[in-house]
T-cell receptor, first 119, second 114 residues
Framework: DAGVIQSPRHEVTEMGQEVTLRCKPI?????LFWYRQTMMRGLELLIY????????DSGMPEDRFSAKMPNASFSTLKIQPSEPRDSAVYFC?????????????????FGEGSRLTVL | AQTVTQSQPEMSVQEAETVTLSCTYD???????LFWYKQPPSRQMILVIR??????QNATENRFSVNFQKAAKSFSLKISDSQLGDTAMYFC???????????FGKGTKLTVNP
């Protein structure tokens, strides 16, 4: 398996533009997490899904952020409009949740991250 | 809400020596996992070791071991025979087994010197 695939790896955009980050989890994994990493705040959990359903979005900073998981193999994180303070590395991670059946270890598998710079 | 605290922002160790990274957490739950993840300069997050809260025995993975003190809510990572490749950010993390929500500490930057 290719692992968790995120795109784009790097994105530079101007303030006010819409940004869409994409994630393809490992096949068979039914939980998916979006994290944001900055020097100041570390790794913040933005939202996570279980079986494509959003479970907890309390970490989403504001209404400018939205996330979807239309099917088990794809998720998006959208920022509209983007602001300079959104500059960060955004990670997608997935795992085999307890409801997926099989052994539950809690381990999450991370993508390589999308580095976003908003000018 | 669960919180994870790593009190050592940076640490350094000489190659081949042993180093211990500290982590404390706060929870009212009894059923949970604890993890240490490593993030090298390449940015990829990698699982180092995991511990299930109901297990009293400390987890061990080769040169990596933990000291899990459930009553004290402490979960430290010991790296023996440190290698240059161990240079990375290390994150302690907590997962509630019911909600499956994974929360990270702020991380400890470890540098292994030759």
């Amino acid at each position: 398996d290719a692992g968790v695939i995120q795109s784009p790896r790097h994105e530079v955009t101007e303030m006010g533009q819409e940004v869409t980050l994409r994630c393809k989890p490992i096949s068979g994994h039914n939980s998916l997490f979006w994290y944001r990493q900055t020097m100041m705040r570390g790794l913040e959990l933005l939202i996570y899904f279980n079986n494509n359903v959003p479970i907890d979005d309390s970490g989403m900073p504001e209404d400018r952020f939205s996330a979807k998981m239309p099917n088990a193999s794809f998720s998006t994180l959208k920022i509209q409009p983007s602001e300079p303070r959104d500059s960060a590395v955004y990670f997608c991670a997935g795992g085999q949740g307890a409801l997926a059946g099989g052994p539950h270890t809690g381990e999450l598998f991370f993508g390589e991250g999308s580095r976003l710079t908003v000018l | 809400a669960q919180t994870v605290t790593q009190s050592q922002p940076e640490m350094s160790v000489q190659e081949a020596e042993t180093v211990t990274l500290s982590c404390t957490y706060d929870t009212s739950e009894s059923n949970y996992y604890l993890f240490w993840y490593k993030q090298p300069p390449s940015r990829q997050m990698i699982l180092v070791i995991r511990q299930e809260a109901y297990k009293q025995q400390n987890a061990t993975e080769n040169r990596f071991s933990v000291n899990f003190q459930k009553a004290a809510k402490s979960f430290s990572l010991k790296i023996s025979d440190s290698q240059l490749g161990d240079t990375a950010m290390y994150f302690c993390a907590f997962m509630n087994r019911l909600s499956e929500k994974l929360v990270f500490g702020k991380g400890t930057k470890l540098t292994v010197n030759p």
